[in-house]
DNA sequence: CGCTCCACCTGAACGC
DNA sequence: TGCGTTCAGGTGGAGC
């Protein structure tokens, strides 16, 4: 499912539902999803309140008071959370994680693929954690410079799609994003880092900030499995430019039309005529 | 070391 | 109807 539009949707509704709840049980329904659950370790959040859901990158992270570790979700490819407004309902497939409040509500995680996971870590140990997953820097905030960019891009001769997926340099986008933002940038996918320019990088910036913050606006992208936890839909692909928009007319130019490519075994979407390697 | 590929899973969509 | 194939929003380890 999710891209970073995608969890902040999912976390702003987190914040308007389960802030100020008390854990009341976490329920385990499968002993491991990407990584191997621990029981043990989540069993020590009950009777703990939410004081706070932040994102970083992809990853939820939950804050609980008077306790020193966070809870991390990572939803994967297709994982969601959903709210329920009582702990006794029938959970749909796939529900491998299920959070009851002392209120009678619950939120579940649900993953039918299972790429998805959740970590306990020690609050303190955050910036180790995102050290070791070598992840760059947020994409929203300020710290993404077009010289940060040019510098980063410089150093590598791989193709710029490749290099935006890249969680090291900016963390945050994927597939669905990156090929938006190409577009919109009228770069293409194909060129090599070491020879995109400063303004370029400026270029691309702007409208990698534009599509993310649209993107979120909208609720996220919904393709399957992508869902606010009140179980909407997010609608921002139906403002897709190229992403699943094969052999539609170029919105930019509307004289080519959008095509798919196959780059590094991932599908690419891009107008051969907007998009140059110069 | 830098980069590409593939596995990890389930399920939906499509072709025959 | 059913079976086989391909594809999907991410990540990270193997191998070149």
């Not at 993404?144 to 410089?154: G, K, M, R, S, V």
């Not at 900016?170 to 938006?180: D, K, S």
């Amino acid at each position: 499912m999710p891209e970073l539009p995608e969890v902040e949707t999912v976390c702003q509704g987190l914040r308007d539902t389960i802030l100020e709840k008390t854990i009341a049980k976490i329920k385990i329904n499968r002993p491991n999803l990407r990584y191997p659950l621990d029981h043990q370790a989540l069993s020590t959040f009950h009777n703990h309140k939410i004081t706070a859901v932040t994102r970083r990158s992809k990853y939820i992270i939950l804050h609980f008071d008077r306790h020193q570790d966070v809870i991390l979700i990572h939803l994967g490819m297709s994982g969601r959370i959903h709210n329920y407004a009582d702990t006794t309902v029938d959970k749909v497939k796939h529900t491998h994680v299920e959070f009851d409040f002392k209120d009678s509500t619950a939120i579940h995680f649900i993953d039918p693929r299972r790429f998805g996971f959740v970590h306990v870590i020690k609050s303190t140990n955050l910036n180790d954690y995102w050290h070791g997953k070598r992840l760059g820097i947020e994409p929203l905030n300020d710290e993404l410079t077009a010289t940060y960019l040019h510098q980063a891009l410089q150093v590598k001769k791989i193709s710029l799609k490749a290099a935006l997926l890249d969680q090291s340099i900016i963390a945050g986008l994927g597939n669905i994003y990156v090929c938006e933002a190409l577009h919109l940038s009228k770069l293409s996918p194909y060129k090599i880092t070491n020879t995109v320019t400063l303004e370029q990088c400026d270029t691309l910036i702007h409208f990698i900030k534009i599509v993310l913050r649209k993107a979120i606006q909208a609720g996220g992208s919904t393709l399957r499995d992508h869902k606010k936890v009140n179980g909407d839909t997010g609608y921002f692909q139906f403002d897709f430019h190229v992403y699943n928009q094969e052999s539609k007319l170029c919105r930019l130019c509307e004289v080519e039309k959008i095509i798919r490519v196959k780059q590094n075994g991932r599908s690419t979407f891009y107008c051969t005529a907007c998009q140059l390697v110069s």
